[in-house]
């Protein structure tokens, strides 16, 4: 097949390599359409440094890649009167010209197939992204009955056969990509996988970027301080009140307070005023006490569980339930 052949790159506050970076894809007749996904200011020249060489549409404030893919292959559709193979990418991930050639010949060879780039997992790599990967090929092979290597892979190309099938796939962020996964198993769509050359996955290994996994971790660490307040001052107020719902209102109010101060720093890095980020954090919280209290409500009078042991379950299911929701926190969204 001879047809367009288009690299979508959804960018966010990009290095200095950027530019050189799209120049040599189309020196080797590429077309590529980027997305500047609510880059800050200070990145504006290096955009008007691509629009020189590149179609570039902004995001006012960062969507993820998921809405990027979206943003970028609804622009193509209606301005590409041919037909067409696309690789996405996240420019965070840098991928080897390489590779990118690779997956779109490969896309060419299987025009219904979703084609993955596949990354290795050797000696170098990093314990916590061989047990994020491992989980996560596992969890598709349990979820679907089919097997695929790199459940995560970032890099990916098809053709515009699959156009209105990726523009109708739910998801922002990174669950975009795990929905496509899955989509393709329920519509019997095929996946291919090629594997990423080996050194250009020694330099992703080793560059410190935001995977899936490292989310996770980072979700799962940060709190545990404030659960741990949480359950001993919830402890403390039930030895002297022996009210089970008071008890949990003044426990969660008081690590409410500090996983704000907590959250707002270190995983937000909120620049607008805290009484803002405060409104929408609140707004939440109250939501999450609310459905805390219920459930350990339900658990002690329905159900008969004893004090400390519904206390333990009703906050293992609002954990769960945050992290879902985190994903598409507000604050996360806003400039």
Known sequence: MNDLKIVLISAFEPDTTFVSFLTELKQIGLQVLVINDGS?????????????????????????????????????????????????????????????????????????????????????????????????????????GKEIYDA????????????????????????????????????????KEIALTKEEQLQIEKKEIKTPEKEIFTFAMFPLLGLAIDFVFFLIFYFFSKQVILANLFARFISALINFNRDKKQIYKEETSSSKVAKLYFLFVGLILLANMLILACLTSVFNLPTIFAKIVTEIAIYAMCFSIKENWPAKEEK
């Open 40 to 144: 800050s200011i200070s990145f504006q020249k290096t955009f008007e440094e691509a629009e020189k060489i590149v179609k570039v549409i902004k995001h006012e404030f960062s969507k993820g890649k998921g809405a990027s893919i979206k943003t970028g292959l609804q622009y193509i559709k209606e301005n590409c009167k041919t037909n067409y193979i696309v690789a996405t990418m996240d420019y965070q991930k840098k991928y080897a010209v390489e590779d990118i050639k690779l997956v779109l010949e490969e896309a060419s060879k299987n025009p219904n197939a979703l084609v993955l780039g596949a990354k290795r997992r050797t000696k170098e790599t990093s314990k916590i992204k061989k047990l994020g990967s491992e989980a996560m090929r596992l969890a598709y092979q349990k979820k679907t």
């Open 152 to 191: 995560q892979a970032g890099l990916r190309a098809f053709t515009s056969n699959l156009t209105e099938f990726l523009l109708g796939t739910k998801g922002n962020h990174f669950d975009y990509e795990i929905n496509c996964l899955l989509k393709c198993a329920e519509q019997n769509i095929e996946i």
